[in-house]
């Protein structure tokens, strides 16, 4: 079983970025697809950006097209969101998961989660 941290958010201005990383511990990093998903006041869970166990295949919300970019370095165990060009809409909760299997991940139910990190865009 892996555990999670997330780190990098906070509150920036519009246009402005931010990048969010997630710390994998307790085992094989390499065994888990990883991904980001956020949640706004009164919003579902939706999908940012998920990422295979060896980093070659992505998979991104349309929101976040063009905009956001997942990357990870298995060798730091750590998964990244580089977010650029935020929007006040951007404003939720990212929280990073990761699951061995790619459909849990894609459906948004991946087993593992962090406790999430807060990002907040102002206008």
């Known amino acids: 079983q892996v555990q999670l941290a997330e780190s990098g958010g906070g509150l920036v201005q519009s246009g402005e970025s931010l990048r969010l990383s997630c710390v994998g511990s307790?085992?094989?990093?390499?065994?888990?697809?990883s991904g980001w998903f956020r949640q706004a006041p009164g919003k579902e869970r939706e999908l940012v950006a998920i990422?295979?166990?060896?980093?070659?295949?992505?998979m991104y919300g349309d929101f976040a097209q063009g905009r956001f970019t997942i990357f990870r370095n298995n060798a730091k165990n750590t998964v990244y969101l580089q977010m650029n060009n935020l929007r006040p809409e951007d404003t939720a909760v990212y929280y990073c998961?990761?699951?061995?299997?790619?459909?849990?991940?894609?459906?948004?139910?991946?087993?593992?989660w962090g406790q999430g990190t807060q990002v907040t865009v102002s206008s």
């Open positions: 307790g085992s094989a990093f390499t065994d888990y697809n």
């Open positions: 990422i295979d166990w060896s980093g070659t295949g992505t």
């Open positions: 998961g990761a699951d061995e299997n790619w459909g849990r991940a894609v459906a948004g139910l991946l087993r593992i």
